[in-house]
Structures are given as C-alpha cells and as structure tokens.
C-alpha cells in the first residue's frame, strides 16, 4: 500500500529550463510535506517543505505547489542546472505520538547541458 | 563535521552472520530512526527512537534490533543475516515529530 507516489522514475530537462516533479498521495491525514534531494552514495537531503495549510512555499530556485484537494504536490525548479541532476523524494508527515516520514519511491532528474 | 554518520560504509558478510551498524549524531536531536532502502530504492521506516525510548517499530524481523545508548546514537544489530536484508540501510535524526529529518550518508550492506 503505497501512500507517497511519485509516477515519473525519470526526468530529463536543459538546463536553465524549468523542471517539475510530481507527487502524489492517498491518506488524508498527512499533513506535512517534504522533499530530499539525493545524489549517488549519500544519504538524502532535505530541500524544502510546505504544511497543509499552505498551497506554495520558495525558497529560492525551488518552489513547492500544494493541491490538497486533488492530494497532489509538485516542487518546480527554475532555472535548472546541471547540479541539481540527482533523485529527488517526495515524503509526507502525518502529525501525531508514532508518526513517519513515508517516502516516495523517487524520480531521477538529469539536467542536460 | 558530519551531522548524522554512520560506520561502516559498507559492508559484506555470509549468510548467517551477525552484523552491526552504528549510527551517531551531532545535532542535538532528539529523534533518531532506522530506514532501509531496497532494490527498488524504496526508502522505508524501521525504528525510531525518542530520547532512548523505541517509539516506532515497524513489522521488521526480530533478528534487527536497534540500541540507542544515549540520545546521540543509535546503532542497529543484525542477527541471522538472510539474502533478503541486502540493502542500503539508512540513519536519520530530527526535532521529532514532524520535523525536518536529517540522514547519514547510509551503510550498504552486502550478504553472500
């Protein structure tokens, strides 16, 4: 039962272009969102974040958009550059005494020269 | 000055044998968990420790048992090591709940 979906394994965008990642989720009760940016042999790294009762939130080239009604979120990167190439995760919080970050199975941005 | 480490970076071992992974952080957080991420890259929760105290535990075999010996570390023992358990293992520490949650660089674990 996958919570956090992320359709698209693989993206490739020019640099200096926008690229968008998409994500998807089931449970109602998340209400924090993140994404981890992750290159090869290290561990993820947090990016930027939004709360549900937020739709946007920047912070600098990167922008997170927040549809809860269609329990949908997209990080928009503009301009990309060829450092941003790496697997990006969505991941989504559900506030409470146990609560997990449950991950996305990630989509892999290569940004072509 | 790494934030989250984590020793040994990787590590390949036989069928049967018992491992360890150890996990410390120099944040000052509170909350210090377990991932694994598989052959499908898919990263998902193990433990999560509060303060020493086991606050998650999901589903995963008895042979995993993590031990936090203060708030700084938590380290992850592995008995019985089976095909399966061939993954890229992952330490993180956060504020708790819904916070920010910050990651070793992961330890990939090999069994033959």
């Known amino acids: 039962d996958q919570q956090v979906k992320q359709n698209s394994p693989s993206l490739s965008v020019q640099e200096g272009r926008i690229s968008i990642l998409n994500c998807d989720y089931t449970n109602s009760m998340f209400d924090y969102f993140l994404w981890y940016k992750k290159y090869p042999a290290e561990g993820p790294t947090f990016l930027i974040s939004?709360?549900?009762?937020?739709d946007k939130n920047e912070d600098g080239r990167f922008t997170v958009f927040l549809n809860k009604s269609a329990k949908h979120l997209s990080l928009h990167i503009v301009p990309s550059q060829p450092g941003d190439s790496a697997v990006y995760f969505c991941?989504?919080?559900?506030?409470?005494?146990?609560?997990?970050?449950?991950f996305g199975t990630g989509t892999r941005l290569q940004v072509t020269l | 000055d790494t934030a989250v480490s984590q020793t040994p970076k990787y590590l390949v071992t036989q069928m049967g044998n018992d491992k360890s992974i150890k996990c410390e952080q120099n944040?000052?957080?509170?909350?210090m968990y377990w991932y694994k991420q598989d052959s499908k890259k898919f990263l998902k929760i193990m433990f999560s420790?509060?303060?020493?105290?086991?606050?998650i535990n999901e589903t995963v075999p008895n042979r995993f048992s993590p031990k936090s010996p203060d708030k700084a570390h938590l380290n992850l023992h592995i008995n019985s090591l089976e095909l399966g358990d061939s993954a890229v293992y992952f330490c993180a520490a956060g504020m708790g709940t819904g916070a920010i949650q910050y990651f070793g660089a992961g330890t990939r674990l090999s069994v033959l």
């Open positions: 939004i709360s549900s009762i937020k």
């Open positions: 944040l000052g957080h509170d909350t």
């Open positions: 991941a989504a919080w559900a506030t409470g005494t146990a609560s997990k970050l449950t």
């Open positions: 420790y509060n303060n020493k105290e086991l606050i």
